[in-house]
């Protein structure tokens, strides 16, 4: 199965009530399997979870830790970006030149890198390497 139709068959398992608004994802791992992830709405509405989030949180529960290749689908005007948060999860598991993806159901495809999508992300190079205080 294809990164793209994983993305749009999740899509349709996404439990999404109160918007309506449902996402898919799939990320390629670097060992070239595919995890795929959508919404998940909860009442109280902070504690929902992204498809991004879901398709990160099944590649890692798989034992694998880097993803190669990043497509997302929602029922939208233009592609959705991925939300501020999620820019950051994919960027701490992929690379700067790791491609993304946003298609909407119209076929509408936007591609764009990680370091696109998400210029100057927080990294390993911003930690201090002993992480002491400083006065």
């Known amino acids: 199965m294809t990164l793209e139709k994983t993305a749009f068959e999740v899509r349709e398992n996404a439990y999404a009530p109160y918007s309506k608004f449902k996402v898919g994802a799939a990320v ?3 060992s070239g399997a595919i995890y795929a992830g959508c919404n998940v709405e909860n009442i109280a509405y ?4 992204c498809a991004e989030a879901g398709a990160i949180a099944a590649m890692v529960a798989a034992g694998e830790t880097r993803l190669t290749e990043v497509f997302v689908v929602a029922d939208s005007k233009e592609p959705v970006s991925p939300c501020g948060g999620c820019r950051q999860k994919l960027a701490e598991f992929g690379g700067k030149d790791t491609t993304v993806t946003l298609a909407n159901l119209d076929g509408v495809r936007v591609t764009m890198t990680m370091a696109e999508l998400l210029p100057g992300a927080f990294g390993t190079d911003h930690m201090d390497a002993d992480h002491e205080d400083r006065d």
Not at 46 to 49: C, K, V, Y
Request: hydrophobic share 15%; charged share 30%.
């Open 46 to 49: 902070p504690e929902g979870t």
């Open 28 to 30: 390629r791992a670097q």
